[in-house]
T-cell receptor, first 113, second 114 residues
Framework: GENVEQHPSTLSVQEGDSAVIKCTYSDSASNYFPWYKQELGKRPQLIID?????GEKKDQRIAVTLNKTAKHFSLHITETQPEDSAVYFCAASQRTNAGKSTFGDGTTLTVKP | EAQVTQNPRYLITVTGKKLTVTCSQN?????MSWYRQDPGLGLRQIYYSMNVEVTDKGDVPEGYKVSRKEKRNFPLILESPSPNQTSLYFC?????????????FGSGTRLTVV
C-alpha cells in the first residue's frame, strides 16, 4: 500500500520567514495530494491541494509543488505569522481507490514572534 | 451549516465494554472515513465507505467495525475495547476524496479505555 513520509517532524521559524515541509510517497498511482492544518485541540482542515496533472498551486501565502518523477511534494508558507503555528499533515490518494487516503506523520510548525 | 458531527466528544470506558461512536454528515457526501490520531503517528485510516453498504478496510482496522446503512451516518463500533485503542478518533466525509476533494473532519472523539 501507499506510504507517505513527511519531514521535518518539527520546524521553528521566526515570524516573517518562510517555512517548507516536504513529503514523499511510494505509490506512483497516487494522483491527489491535499494538505491539512490542525491547530491545537482542533480538527484537521484542508488548506490546499494539488492534483497530479499540476506542478504547482498557490493560494495567497501558501503554495504546494509536486514532482511526480521523484514522487515528492512540498508545502511552502511565506511571510509566516504566529497564527500559522499548527501541525501540518500531507496526504496522498488515488482515483481508483478514492476513499483510501494515507497521511504523513505531521509537522509541528512554530512561528516565533 | 455544512458539518460532520461526532458523538460523544469524550468517552472513558472499561476494557471489553462494547461502545459506539456516532458520526453524521449533512453534506450528502458519498465518502466517509474514520481515522485515529496518536502522538507521532499522524492520522491512520481505520475504515472508509464509498456509499451505503459499501465499506473497506484502511490501514488499522483490527478491533473495529463500521456500518453504512444510511448515507449520512457512519458509526464506529468497538465490540471489545482494549487500552491500546485509547486514542483521538476523527470521522471525515468527502464528495470525492481520491481526485478532487479532501476530507472534511468532525471535531473528534477522545476515547480512553482503562
Amino acid at each position: 500500500g501507499e506510504n507517505v513520509e513527511q519531514h521535518p517532524s518539527t520546524l521553528s521559524v521566526q515570524e516573517g520567514d518562510s517555512a517548507v515541509i516536504k513529503c514523499t510517497y511510494s505509490d506512483s498511482a497516487s494522483n491527489y495530494f491535499p494538505w491539512y492544518k490542525q491547530e491545537l485541540g482542533k480538527r484537521p482542515q484542508l488548506i490546499i491541494d494539488i492534483r497530479s496533472n499540476v506542478g504547482e498551486k498557490k493560494d495567497q501565502r501558501i503554495a504546494v509543488t509536486l514532482n511526480k518523477t521523484a514522487k515528492h511534494f512540498s508545502l511552502h508558507i511565506t511571510e509566516t505569522q504566529p497564527e500559522d503555528s499548527a501541525v501540518y499533515f500531507c496526504a496522498a490518494s488515488q482515483r481508483t481507490n478514492a476513499g483510501k487516503s494515507t497521511f504523513g506523520d505531521g509537522t509541528t510548525l512554530t512561528v516565533k514572534p | 451549516e455544512a458539518q460532520v458531527t461526532q458523538n460523544p466528544r469524550y468517552l472513558i470506558t472499561v476494557t471489553g465494554k462494547k461502545l459506539t461512536v456516532t458520526c453524521s454528515q449533512n453534506m450528502n457526501h458519498e465518502y466517509m472515513s474514520w481515522y485515529r490520531q496518536d502522538p507521532g503517528l499522524g492520522l491512520r485510516q481505520i475504515y472508509y465507505s464509498m456509499n451505503v453498504e459499501v465499506t473497506d478496510k484502511g490501514d488499522v482496522p483490527e478491533g473495529y467495525k463500521v456500518s453504512r446503512k444510511e448515507k449520512r451516518n457512519f458509526p464506529l463500533i468497538l465490540e471489545s475495547p482494549s487500552p491500546n485503542q485509547t486514542s483521538l478518533y476523527f470521522c471525515a466525509s468527502s464528495f470525492l476524496p481520491g481526485t478532487d476533494y479532501g476530507y472534511t473532519f468532525g471535531s473528534g472523539t477522545r476515547l480512553t479505555v482503562v
